[in-house]
């Protein structure tokens, strides 16, 4: 679901300070999964994955060493999650590197990987899949009325654990508060619209 890749300029950081930092980047993409049921959070913490690398050589430029040389992330996301995702992980795996390095030149790319290009357990994947992977543990609660439908990713979640809202009437669950703000933004802009009309 998300892979990052870390390149660290060689000797930087100790081992212990590069385990620090992979973990720091794997708390901030997993984060989400506190407001999870359980059995949904082990599914989704099992997609993410983060690997530093320490290149032999590292040209910048015209220099072979660079001055310094700087500290490059690569993201890879599902396509349809890169323009929602970009700003957060930009900002964030940027300001964890500089607390870890302060001074340090970082650069963060942030990299779709078309729908359908994505395997997971031998099997192809899109965006959509992996939400319905993610989705099972909690179908039987859905049916059972414990659980909702999040109206902005399509998340299961359960009613007990998500942040919740009540909108004309209307129980709402979220995987998160990113989701709800952005369900509150669109209703506002929807009733602007209609207010318009």
Same mark, same amino acid.
């Given at each position: 679901?998300?892979?990052?890749?870390?390149?660290?300029?060689?000797?930087? #950081?100790?081992?212990?300070?590069?385990?620090? #930092?992979?973990?720091?980047?794997?708390?901030?993409?997993? %984060?989400?999964?506190?407001?999870?049921?359980?059995?949904?959070?082990a599914?989704?913490? =099992?997609?993410?994955?983060?690997?530093?690398?320490?290149?032999?050589?590292?040209?910048?430029?015209?220099? #072979?060493?660079?001055?310094?040389?700087?500290?490059?992330v690569?993201?890879?996301?599902?396509?349809?999650?890169?323009?929602?995702?970009?700003?957060?992980? $930009?900002?964030?795996?940027?300001?964890? $590197?500089?607390?870890e390095?302060?001074?340090?030149?970082?650069?963060?790319?942030?990299?779709?990987v078309?729908?359908? =290009?994505? %395997?997971?357990?031998?099997?192809?994947k899109?965006?959509?899949?992996?939400?319905?992977?993610?989705?099972?543990?909690?179908?039987?609660?859905?049916?059972?009325?414990?659980?909702?439908v999040?109206?902005?990713?399509?998340? $299961?979640?359960?009613?007990?654990?998500a942040?919740?809202?009540?909108?004309?009437?209307? #129980?709402? %669950?979220?995987?998160?508060?990113?989701?709800?703000?952005?369900?509150?933004?669109?209703?506002?802009?929807?009733?602007?619209?209609?207010? =318009?009309?």
């Amino acid at each position: 679901m998300m892979f990052t890749e870390v390149f660290v300029p060689k000797g930087r #950081l100790t081992a212990d300070r590069r385990r620090r #930092l992979a973990q720091g980047f794997m708390g901030c993409m997993t %984060g989400a999964g506190e407001e999870m049921d359980e059995r949904q959070a082990a599914v989704f913490a =099992s997609q993410f994955h983060v690997v530093l690398h320490e290149p032999e050589t590292w040209v910048v430029g015209s220099d #072979l060493a660079g001055d310094p040389p700087p500290y490059l992330v690569r993201v890879h996301v599902p396509g349809p999650w890169r323009k929602d995702t970009s700003e957060y992980v $930009i900002t964030t795996f940027t300001r964890l $590197i500089v607390e870890e390095d302060p001074g340090a030149a970082v650069q963060v790319h942030v990299l779709g990987v078309a729908d359908g =290009s994505m %395997g997971v357990r031998g099997e192809v994947k899109t965006s959509t899949g992996l939400v319905e992977m993610m989705n099972d543990p909690l179908r039987q609660d859905l049916a059972e009325g414990r659980a909702v439908v999040d109206p902005i990713c399509d998340m $299961i979640v359960m009613l007990d654990k998500a942040p919740t809202l009540e909108w004309e009437g209307t #129980l709402y %669950g979220f995987c998160c508060e990113d989701c709800r703000t952005e369900f509150v933004k669109r209703q506002e802009k929807k009733a602007a619209r209609a207010a =318009s009309a």
